[in-house]
Every structure is written in C-alpha cells, then in structure tokens.
C-alpha cells in the first residue's frame, strides 16, 4: 500500500479505531460491572500478584514468592508498568487491553487490504467485525494476555507481509524484534523461523535471493537478542536452556486428558471438567514418579516435557488422533458449557464461510502464501498440545477476512446469475464471470 493509498484510507481507519476503543470502554466499564459475579473473574491466571511484586522492586515472583516459571515475562512486565505509573487498579489494565484492541483493529484493516487490495468492503467489514469479536471483546476488562497477543501478532503479520514485498534486512530486523516481543508474550511462536525458511524459498523463485537470505538472517538474530534476557533467566532457573515459559510439558498432558476425559470428536464437556480431571491426572504421576522424594516446579516440568516428547515417539498413532480430535476443541473448547454452545453457533457460520473464502482466493491467486502458512503453523501447534478457544483469538482477524471474503463472493455469484438474462433454447448458456 502506497503513502497516497494509506492517506486516502486514514479516515476508516481513525473510525474503526475509534468504534473498537468505544467498544471495549462500553464492555468494560459498562456491561462487565453488570455480569453475574461468576463471570466476572478478572485474574483467572494470577498476574496480579506478579505484577505487584515486580512494580514494588521484588522481582518477577508470584504471591508465594517463588520465582515464576510458567508465564512468559511481557504481559506481567506491562501490568507491573501501568501499577507502578496509575497505581494498582484494574482499570487501567482494562483501558490498556482496549487501546490494544483498538488497535489491533486498525491493523487488522491494514492487512487485509493488502491482500485484498482491490476490495473496499471486506478490509473494512472483517476489521468491524473483528472489533466486535465477541470472544475477543470478553477478555479486555480481565488481567490477561490476549490483547496484548493479539495485537503482536497482528504486528508481525503486517511486518512480514510488508518484508516479503520489499525485502531489506533492516525489515528483517523489525520483524523479529516484533517476532521477539510475541515469543515473550506467548512462547507458541517460537519456532516461527523455521516456518519461514519455505515460505522465503518459495517466494524467492525468480526473484534475487540474496535479500530475502538477509531478511531472514537478520530476522532471526533480532528475535533471539529481544529474547536473550529471559533465556538467560531461564538458564538461572533450571540450568539448561529453556527458551520459553516452563509449561509445554504441562499443557501437553492437559491435552491428553482433554481428549481421552471427552473422547467425542465434538467436546461435549467444558475446560473445567477437564482442568479437573488433569490435576487428579496429574497428582497421580507426582506420586508415582517422586517416591518420597518432592519435586520442585522446575523439576516437574522438566520431567513433562521429556515425558511428552518421549509418548510422540512411542505411540505416535494416539499423538495422531489427539492432533485430529483437538483441532474442533481449538475453536469451542472453553470454560462453562454456555459460552462452549454460543462459540459452537458462531464457529459453524464462521469457519464454512471462511474454507469458502480460503477456496476463493486460491482459485483468484490473492497471494497469501505466509499469511496462510503462520495460520497452519499457529493451529497445529495448538492442536498438538492442548487446543483452547481463547487461543483461537489471536488468529481471529485473519479468520473473519477470509470468511467476509468467502461471503463477498457467494453474494456476487447469486447476484450476478440473478442478473444474467434468459438464454433462449438452443443457444448455449452463458457462465457467470469470475469476481
């Protein structure tokens, strides 16, 4: 997009911008303050105490004390920065994860139009949409990472989009500082750079090389010096190198016990049932594996993740089936079987609609390829340790496009046959031209 088009597209923009701030305001300091006292859970993952800790000069320590080894270290780092400017209150975390989201919208925007840059309505209507998200909007009045996910993924997208367009190594550079600061919110993208290694091959195919070598080059190098301090306080803590927060190993086997605790395709059971079941799972192999002798957290981690990746390799028929049977859970699979039934509504307008438009841009050649290779990526990592529905979020705005996309088009087709006229018989009929 040309400094001409973006200037001309500044004022949806401002206007979406502004209709998601407004939304997340009206959402968290409206209708949030109004819901029943059991869904007004703001700190289901313990960050405020972290918080506190580091903004009153004790480290990044939960209540206990204890050195935090399951959370990556960002999102605690800028609550502990808004407690120690605004004081610690809920609300500016909550006005915080609004402007987040706002601008996540506009970002939003500016992606899709760049892949669909010859559309005026589907950047603007999949960014409203996505401003309205309920599932996205749930999380902006709680203590949670999501927004602050959302929107570096959003980040990322755009910067690599903008990369394989131009490629420099100073847009390299940019994107995996970005990359960086993501891996630090949620240690899922870790691995992203070796998701771009084909991408970068394909779409270097008659094209100079050399740049695109560099881009990644430089890509790569700035994300691991983004991430050096907390791989060197990972070190500290469990003496080997652990580049992410310490809980694969655990969400691994909340995974299993999701699949075989539910075993129908469709989850019929809610994530608390199965948070149940996996700490009674759980409390069974400390006792068998410990013997008298207690594991620290470290320790137990550690213990999950060798025991994770050692069940891949011996039974890799079952690793199958649970990939398989998570991916529905990735889209419904939440706390309280109410919220599970309205997202099964939503996912089953939403995801048809976005297999059309997925079907549509290949058959039109919109050029997706690393849009759609971080989306694979993204799911599947997902789908083979443990699939949430708030861990759909992030990759929402890219899911709504395409779905507003595949709407656009199966519109066009009935609105253009409707207009086709009568062909008189004998003559052969006429086909409807492509949008």
Not at 112 to 130: D, K, N, Q, T
Not at 151 to 159: H, K, Y
Not at 401 to 427: D, W
């Amino acid at each position: 997009m040309s400094a001409t088009t973006l200037r001309t597209r500044a004022l949806p923009i401002a206007l979406l911008s502004l209709f998601a701030f407004l939304v997340g305001l009206v959402f968290s300091f409206g209708v949030f303050p109004a819901l029943p006292a059991d869904l007004r859970m703001t700190d289901a993952d313990y960050i405020d105490a972290i918080a506190r800790n580091i903004s009153e000069g004790g480290g990044m320590v939960d209540g206990a004390g204890d050195r935090v080894i399951y959370w990556d270290p960002l999102y605690p780092l800028l609550v502990a920065a808004l407690y120690t400017v605004f004081g610690p209150n809920l609300w500016a975390v909550q006005l915080a994860n609004t402007v987040l989201h706002a601008l996540t919208v506009a970002i939003a925007y500016v992606i899709v139009s760049r892949v669909y840059p010859r559309s005026r309505w589907v950047p603007l209507l999949a960014a409203g949409a996505f401003a309205v998200y309920p599932h996205a909007v749930w999380y902006l009045p709680r203590i949670t990472l999501a927004a602050l996910n959302t929107f570096l993924i959003a980040c990322f997208v755009l910067s690599l989009l903008l990369l394989l367009e131009s490629p420099s190594w100073r847009k390299g550079a940019v994107s995996g500082f970005i990359l960086g600061l993501s891996t630090l919110t949620r240690g899922v993208t870790f691995l992203i750079p070796l998701l771009l290694i084909p991408v970068f091959l394909i779409e270097a195919r008659g094209k100079e090389k050399m740049p695109l070598a560099l881009s990644w080059l430089f890509l790569v190098l700035a994300m691991l010096v983004t991430m050096t301090p907390s791989f060197l306080r990972n070190y500290d803590i469990a003496g080997t190198f652990q580049p992410v927060a310490f809980k694969t190993g655990l969400m691994f086997l909340r995974g299993d016990v999701s699949v075989t605790h539910d075993p129908g395709f469709i989850p019929s059971r809610d994530f608390g049932e199965v948070d149940r079941a996996s700490a009674v799972k759980e409390k069974e192999i400390r006792k068998e594996v410990e013997k008298g002798r207690q594991m620290t957290e470290v320790e137990w981690s550690l213990f999950l993740q060798r025991r994770a990746i050692q069940s891949v390799v011996e039974e890799p028929g079952a690793f199958l089936r649970k990939v398989v049977w998570q991916v529905p859970r990735f889209w419904v699979l939440a706390y309280g079987i109410t919220k599970m039934t309205l997202l099964k509504i939503s996912q089953s307008v939403i995801l048809p609609l976005a297999a059309v438009g997925l079907w549509f841009s290949l058959r039109n050649r919109v050029p997706m390829l690393s849009l759609a290779a971080f989306l694979v990526y993204y799911i599947g990592v997902h789908v083979s340790i443990l699939a949430l529905a708030g861990y759909s979020v992030p990759i929402m705005p890219y899911v709504l496009m395409l779905a507003i996309y595949g709407l656009a088009n199966l519109a066009q087709k009935v609105t253009t046959r409707r207009r086709l006229p009568a062909v008189p018989a004998g003559l052969p009929s006429r086909k409807a031209p492509s949008p």
